[in-house]
């Protein structure tokens, strides 16, 4: 089985499937089968149950890691949404600061409105816009749901800030500082604050 909770760079991290509806480019998965402290991150039989999720919290020191986890990789942690939600639940019984890093397809993958109900049991969410136009996101996240997925991922992102909850949206520093401009503004034509993340290949 793989790592259900790991570490890497301080911060404690929730795997909780490995499917995706992307082919980002850059993504991490591509470099190998673990990040950080992980001994493998890819699930070889199926994805972990509500119950080996929840025993791997139980067994996990979460005080170590200033109360809080992140929910990522290896994988779209929204492709396991009922999953996903009870073990928010469960955490938050426990008073773990929960942030969920997103594709921000979940409505595409699940067919349905989500945002509401992930937000209910989530603390922060960082959503990845990856580019600034719709053409240029599916060149680089190449999603399975063609053009309708950039306006799904704003969709979902705007609702994310308007359900209340902490809501960034990220790009990484392998697009053209061009595209990083034009990022910036529509993040601030929208409202919502654009963290430029350094791609790392470990
Ligand atoms: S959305 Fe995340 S897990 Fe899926 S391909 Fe892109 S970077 Fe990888």
């Not at 673990?34 to 149950?49: C, N, R, Y």
Request: include cysteine; charge should be negative.
């Amino acid at each position: 089985m793989a790592d259900i909770i790991y570490t890497y760079g301080g911060s404690a991290y929730l795997n909780i499937t490995n499917a995706c509806p992307c082919r980002c480019k850059f993504c991490i998965r591509n470099n190998g089968d673990s990040v950080g402290e992980a001994t493998t991150l890819w699930f070889d039989k199926h994805s972990p149950t509500i119950e080996e999720i929840k025993n791997a919290i139980d067994g996990f020191d979460f005080g170590k890691y200033n109360n809080s986890v992140i929910l990522c990789g290896y994988g779209e942690p929204t492709c396991a949404l009922d999953n996903l939600i009870e073990a928010c639940k469960y955490m938050k019984s426990k008073g773990i600061f929960i942030r969920l890093n997103t594709n921000g397809l979940s409505d595409l993958i699940n067919k349905r409105e989500t945002a509401k109900e992930i937000c209910e049991v989530i603390d922060s969410v960082s959503i990845s816009l990856n580019a600034p136009t719709a053409e240029k996101y599916n060149e680089i996240t190449q999603p399975s749901f063609g053009e309708k997925a950039f306006d799904a991922m704003l969709g979902f992102a705007k609702e994310c800030k308007e359900f209340g909850i902490q809501t960034k949206l990220t790009v990484v520093d392998v697009i053209s500082e061009e595209d990083i401009e034009d990022c910036k503004k529509l993040c601030e034509e929208i409202g919502i604050p654009l963290r430029v993340r350094e791609y790392s290949a470990d």
